[in-house]
């Protein structure tokens, strides 16, 4: 039998996914957002929040580093910074 799984869409945020993440984490400028959503939406792991422009963050107790919502995103407002960095 296998362990606990991730069995359905948004369950991350009741089973954490552990504390692993890829060497890289996003980092939110929060300058030029659009509040289009379009990063909350494709976050794996449903660890962004926000809901006015200017406003999303990132969980990451939850985040993985998988870099999916800095690729969306439209107006290049979130970068992957190395995991070691302070920003
Ligand atoms: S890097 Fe991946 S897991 Fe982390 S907030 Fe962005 S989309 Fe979600
Ligand atoms: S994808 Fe970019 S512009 Fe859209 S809500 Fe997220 S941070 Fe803002």
Known sequence: MFGPLISKPGSSRNNKTGSWRTETKPKLLKQNCIGCKMCLLICPEGCITGAEKNTYACDYLYCKGC??????????????????SKD
Do not use: H, T
Request: negative net charge; contains cysteine; glycine residues 12%.
């Open 67 to 84: 870099g999916g919502c800095a690729a969306i995103c439209p107006k290049a407002d979130i970068v992957m910074i190395k995991e070691e």
